[in-house]
């Protein structure tokens, strides 16, 4: 597997110097690698011709635009038998992208199917392992209102540690990762900021195996299920609608 170079934003330039954004730029412009980082940014690994048939390419063709995205840093490769398969190189890439997503332009719409797909992905989804959209950003605000989480700098209070771990998130496994406890990531359909970090990677993971959300078959989208409505309305009072999306209960 080619070399990751430096993609990460945390990762400080030589002294001195300045960021090259040229290379990551080279390696986004390109409407399949664009479509290829979308379907990625759940952080599943996908197999190359899944990530083909999505963006409308030739295996050949994928396999091309794969390796520009892999040697940029942007995406890993791993083997299983004769299948390759591709995810991002880790939460780094995923914030850096979701918060590139704040500057850019919609991918026009067209057609019943992408333009469903398209108010999916804007009501609940993953950034790579944390909550995302409407919902995530719902709930980040929930949080902070019921004194869960602290702003300036973001932090973890004993109530919402106490109130995480009632609700099954492993709060010390999030305390004790190497990246931070508590992140905010700026959501690119919101342009709210929604909890990411590891105790944002805690909570998406809970919310999966407790059957509160569940992974849309084709793409990133997330279906909050019944016993997940239940949850929010009767926790925060946030009400989902499935005609109108989210909103408070108050």
Do not use: K
Request: contains cysteine; positive net charge.
């Amino acid at each position: 597997m080619p070399r990751s170079v430096t993609a990460s934003p945390d990762s400080p330039a030589p002294p001195g110097r300045d960021r090259d954004f040229s290379q990551v730029a080279q390696a986004l412009a390109a409407p399949a690698r664009s479509v290829f980082c979308n379907l990625l940014m759940d952080g599943t690994a996908r197999p190359a011709g899944e990530l083909a048939r999505a963006a409308g390419v030739g295996a050949s063709t994928a396999s091309e635009h794969l390796s520009v995205l892999v040697a940029a840093g942007l995406l890993e490769c791993t083997a299983s038998g004769r299948r390759r398969y591709y995810r991002l190189a880790g939460p780094e890439v995923a914030r850096a992208l979701e918060a590139l997503g704040g500057l850019t332009g919609a991918a026009p719409v067209r057609g019943y199917r992408p333009s469903r797909q398209a108010a999916r992905l804007a009501a609940a989804r993953f950034c790579y392992d944390h909550l995302a959209g409407r919902f995530g950003v719902a709930l980040s605000e929930a949080w902070h209102a019921a004194g869960w989480l602290r702003e300036g700098p973001e932090e973890l209070t004993p109530e919402g540690a106490e109130g995480f771990a009632g609700l099954g998130v492993d709060v010390d496994a999030a305390r004790a990762a190497r990246r931070p406890t508590v992140r905010l990531c700026a959501d690119w359909t919101e342009r709210r900021p929604h909890l990411a970090g590891a105790l944002g990677a805690a909570v998406g993971a809970r919310f999966l195996a407790a059957g509160w959300v569940e992974r849309h078959r084709t793409d990133r989208g997330l279906t909050v299920t019944p016993a997940g409505r239940a949850l929010l309305a009767d926790r925060w009072g946030i009400d989902v609608d499935e005609e109108r999306g989210l909103r408070s209960a108050g």
